[in-house]
């Protein structure tokens, strides 16, 4: 079988899928005479896509909570954190940029960089990443989605994370205490930490109005933390108590409300 033959194949599956709701490895075989492991491995590949969920014997369409898209653009501010988070990336650098409109921000940057390795757990990153010209090896984490955050988390992801060492993880959050380090809305805090435990440099990208956020789940403790990235709006009095902490502190100037 070409290359072409499987890509027809494959395309004729997605619409398939797409008008009966549901399909069969058994079916699809004997549809088009082939085997069903060569089956097995097509639903895998447009899985692998996002393009489809496998499940016992078939496949079903990528439910509408995971297909990528409808969250916010980065706002100026965001935009702003992340061109400046950026200019920590060295070309041929392996990072893992977690969910998020502020991290987000970060994938236009990709485009001046080269060689690099980036891990994600993020769908929409995922996909623009996906369509840069200088594209970097793209790896995903997988898991279960969590339609919360919008991420894969779960021990399957913290497994793969294992797997891999990282010299970055640029990560967001909802707030951060001054006294303990970033929080979350989210009760899902496990991958994050697995994200900082295998990475060398942890770089947290947050606006400045998020300080003092009363948000009771601890995500990261400051230990963990290596910079932070923020904007002009920080106080001084968060600013010393987050540079107490051995934080590295990198201010720009605010841009938008």
């Given at each position: 079988?070409?290359?072409?033959n499987t890509?027809?194949?494959?395309r ?5 899928l797409n ?5 069969s ?6 549809e088009?005479s082939?085997?069903?492991v060569?089956?097995r491995?097509?639903?895998a590949?447009l ?7 496998r499940?016992y014997?078939g ?12 969250t916010?653009?980065?706002s100026a ?9 950026a ?6 650098n392996?990072?893992i940029?977690d969910c998020g409109s502020?991290?987000?921000g ?11 390795v980036?891990m ?5 990153l995922?996909?623009a ?13 997988g898991?279960t989605?969590d339609?919360h ?8 992801a ?6 891999y060492?990282?010299d970055q ?8 205490d001054?006294d303990?380090?970033?929080t979350t ?6 991958l ?11 770089i947290v990208?947050?606006?400045a109005d998020?300080i003092?956020r009363?948000?009771p789940n601890?995500?990261?403790?400051w ?6 990235v923020?904007d002009?709006?920080l106080p ?7 540079t ?6 990198l201010v ?6």
């Open positions: 079988m070409t290359k072409r890509q027809q194949r494959r004729t599956i997605v619409e398939r008008h009966t709701g549901e399909v490895v058994e079916q699809l075989a004997a088009f082939t085997s069903e060569t089956i491995k097509d639903l590949a899985e692998k896509d996002g393009l489809l969920l499940r014997g496949a079903i369409p990528l439910p509408q909570e995971i297909a990528v898209a409808p916010s653009n980065p501010n965001q935009l702003a954190i992340a061109q400046k988070a200019e920590l990336i060295r070309d041929h392996r990072i940029i502020t991290t987000l970060l994938i236009p940057e990709l485009n001046h960089k080269r060689g690099l980036v994600t757990n993020s769908l929409q995922a996909s990443i996906h369509e840069l010209e200088h594209e970097p090896t793209l790896l995903m984490t898991g989605w339609p955050s919008e991420s894969f988390q779960g021990q399957m913290e497994q793969v994370l294992r797997s060492n990282f993880l640029f990560i967001g959050a909802d707030g951060i001054l303990r380090g970033t809305f989210n009760e899902l805090t496990g994050s930490k697995v994200m900082a435990e295998v990475s060398q440099q942890v990208m947050l606006e998020k003092q009363r948000i601890l995500e990261l403790p230990e963990s933390i290596d910079i932070l923020t002009s709006r001084a009095t968060a600013a010393a108590a987050i107490a902490h051995g934080i590295q502190l720009v100037d605010t841009v938008g409300n």
